[in-house]
């Protein structure tokens, strides 16, 4: 199996940053797109931003230009950077990865247990 761990999360005033970090481990054949979701109190999970395998990188419209996303293979983790939050995006944020844990084996889709970002003064 796969597990996922996030890191990062926290509170923080209007207009501040916080950086995310997910990191990869147990039996891993291969990762491909790793990317981050977030669910607001009584909203539905939605996606915030995806990172391929091939490098390329998709954002919800409501972060782009705000928020970054990037990952280094090597260590198989995969970072959000979040820049001039507002109250909005407050929420749980979870981390997501479409990996293969043997090389015959199906691409699974596997979720962190989710790290809780609060935007408030």
């Known amino acids: 199996q796969v597990q996922l761990v996030e890191s990062g999360g926290g509170l923080v005033q209007p207009g501040g940053s916080l950086r995310l970090s997910c990191a990869a481990s147990?039996?891993?054949?291969?990762?491909?797109?790793m990317g981050w979701y977030r669910q607001a109190p009584g909203k539905q999970r939605e996606l915030v931003a995806v990172?391929?395998?091939?490098?390329?990188?998709n954002y919800a419209d409501s972060v782009k230009g705000r928020f970054t996303i990037s990952r280094d293979n090597a260590k198989r983790t995969v970072y959000l950077q979040m820049n001039s939050l507002n109250p909005e995006d407050t929420a749980v944020y979870y981390c997501?990865?479409?990996?293969?844990?043997?090389?015959?084996?199906?691409?699974?889709?596997?979720w962190g247990q989710g790290t809780q970002v609060t935007v408030s003064s």
């Open positions: 997501n990865a479409g990996a293969q844990s043997k090389s015959i084996g199906p691409v699974q889709s596997f």
């Open positions: 147990g039996r891993i054949f291969s990762i491909y797109g």
């Open positions: 990172s391929t395998s091939g490098g390329s990188a």
